[in-house]
């Protein structure tokens, strides 16, 4: 089998795998500074203003609960519908300053986005509970690019195939901090082995917003698996 081109082929030195020994199989990494921290704040404050944040609920047992985050759905106008724990979401087109940070983001990766998945976590008790972003509406291999916006917070990841057997406070769970302006980039190959999460860090008194860039099979509208 072919394997997945290699990330990152244009600039190596600029990215910093999350883990040294993991690396190689997470294919997971770290800009820090990809954003300037002015133009980060600027656009932080926009987007939690600007944007018509979504309150979904899950119904879970019987019972329903608002998800512990606000978020939002923007995509390119032929890329689909998107349908949430039976929720649907129609995508919201492209704004400049969103259109603008997708540019920037394609041109840092070399892959095409044609949307994102909007995130506000409004403190430390927001969060998103362990997944994998491996819907079939992703193909194959996705290529998922995260841009961190707002207060620092931890994000974990554990191997797929200890997802049974963990607990919370797993050892083998790698750690890694997103700080304001950052972007993570989890490339080809790391939906299918690796799950991720956000978690409750009560400490955090301030707001964060993320950004997933995704590219979606055109057409076909994309069924999000239940994620808490
Ligand atoms: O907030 C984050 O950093 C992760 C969000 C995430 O995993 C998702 O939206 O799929
Ligand atoms: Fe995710």
Redesign the pocket.
């Known amino acids: 089998m072919r394997q997945p081109e290699l990330f990152p082929a244009p600039s190596p030195e600029r990215w910093r795998p999350i883990d040294h020994d993991a690396a190689a199989e997470a294919r997971i990494f770290l800009r820090e500074a990809f954003l300037d921290p002015e133009a980060a704040t600027t656009l932080y404050a926009q987007l939690r203003d600007a944007v018509p944040w979504r309150q979904d609920e899950l119904r879970a047992y019987g019972k329903t609960h608002p998800i512990p985050r606000l978020h939002q759905w923007y995509a390119d106008d032929d890329s689909g519908t998107y349908v949430w724990s039976g929720l649907t979401m129609h995508p919201l087109p492209w704004t400049p300053p969103l259109d603008a940070l997708r540019r920037r983001v394609e041109a840092a990766t070399r892959r095409r986005f044609n949307s994102a998945?909007i995130?506000y976590?409004r403190d430390g008790r927001d969060t998103?509970g362990w997944?994998a972003?491996d819907e079939v509406e992703l193909g194959p291999a996705p290529f998922?690019a995260?841009v961190?916006l707002g207060a620092e917070?931890d994000?974990l990841l554990r191997r797929v195939a200890n997802a049974d057997t963990d607990t919370d406070t797993e050892p083998r769970h790698l750690s890694v901090a997103?700080p304001h302006g950052s972007l993570?980039v989890m490339a080809e190959g790391s939906q299918a082995r690796w799950q991720?999460t956000?978690p409750r860090r009560t400490r955090v008194t301030e707001g964060?917003i993320?950004l997933?860039f995704r590219h979606v099979s055109r057409a076909t509208p994309l069924h999000s698996k239940r994620?808490s």
Do not use: A, E, K, Q
Request: charged content about 20%; hydrophobic content about 35%; aromatic content about 10%.
């Open positions: 998945l995130n976590y998103v997944h972003d998922i995260s961190s917070r994000f997103l993570l991720h956000l964060r993320n997933t994620r």
